[in-house]
């Protein structure tokens, strides 16, 4: 790309991702400052919030389930997310106990290589498929 011209690493990554997310029509907000991207994405079920920051050569992204999970279902929480990071192939779940959010999360470390379009694309549909995989299952036990 023409634009990418004179850009660190971390800001062509974020670029492309910003351009990315524009194309897809989602709703975004961007900081161009510190290269963090916001926006929703429609899951299966839910709506998907997800998060991407690049940062010293990685992008640090999360998936926001639409779920929060309530301080007394908490303990019993971690144990099924526990069951299911063991067989997940991008990221991990993470409760956030302080407000019962839960997120997938996953960094990609790019390092000096350049990433392509294609190649984030990828991991961002792939990080959206995991979650669309599990919400339901991780819904029913915070709404049972």
Do not use: C
Request: glycine content about 6%; proline content about 3%.
């Amino acid at each position: 790309m023409l634009m990418n011209i004179g850009k660190t690493d971390d800001e062509k990554v974020y670029q492309t991702l910003k351009d990315m997310f524009e194309e897809l029509g989602s709703e975004n907000t961007a900081n161009d400052a510190e290269l963090t991207l916001e926006t929703i994405f429609q899951g299966d079920d839910l709506e998907i919030g997800f998060q991407a920051i690049v940062v010293e050569r990685s992008v640090l992204m999360s998936a926001i389930l639409a779920i929060t999970v309530p301080p007394e279902k908490q303990k019993d929480f971690v144990w099924q997310i526990n069951g299911i990071n063991a067989d997940m192939l991008y990221g991990h779940f993470v409760l956030h106990p302080d407000g019962g959010m839960v997120t997938l999360d996953y960094t990609y470390i790019f390092d000096d290589a350049k990433p392509s379009r294609e190649t984030l694309g990828y991991i961002v549909h792939s990080i959206l498929a995991e979650v669309d995989k599990y919400d339901g299952t991780l819904s029913q036990f915070v709404w049972q």
